[in-house]
């Protein structure tokens, strides 16, 4: 399912936990073979390090978030599900990169693939449809 994920969607959301240093690993590992799945097209990916509001078991620095997004080329955000923080900008974020891009394709699909791996890593993968957001 994975693989069908990486073939198909127009922007991806790969979130991982603050708590888990292993989680923000696979998240590297799966942004870099999604980038070898699509390597001749420009599609927006959005990093997002969540459970922010779990201060004190924190593994993750914004920092090293930050770094990680900047040497992929994607987009950052910190979010806290539990607290509703920051997830509004996200969703709001991918929806304006698929835009950006929206003219060059003139299809209008519709589609989110979700794919929870191990150490609580979310592969989230997002077809357009987005004229009615």
């Given at each position: 399912m ?11 959301i ?7 240093k292993?989680?923000f690993?696979?998240a590297?590992?799966l942004?870099?073979q999604l980038?070898?799945?699509?390597q001749s ?6 990093l997002?390090?969540?459970k ?19 040497v ?10 539990s ?31 979700l ?12 077809t ?6």
């Open positions: 994975k693989d069908q994920c990486m073939r198909m969607g127009d922007a991806y790969i979130v991982y936990s603050v708590t888990d292993s989680s690993e696979k590297s590992e942004r870099i980038r070898r799945a699509r097209e420009n599609i927006p990916i959005i997002v390090g969540n922010s509001d779990l201060v004190r078991s924190r593994e993750v620095s914004v920092d090293e978030g930050s770094a990680c997004a900047v992929f080329d994607c987009k950052f955000i910190e979010t806290s599900a607290l509703h923080h920051n997830v509004r900008d996200l969703f709001e974020g991918i929806v304006r990169q698929i835009r950006l891009r929206k003219d060059s394709k003139e299809e209008n699909s519709y589609g989110v693939c794919h929870k791996g191990k150490r609580n890593v979310i592969f989230l993968m997002w357009r449809a987005v004229s009615d957001v």
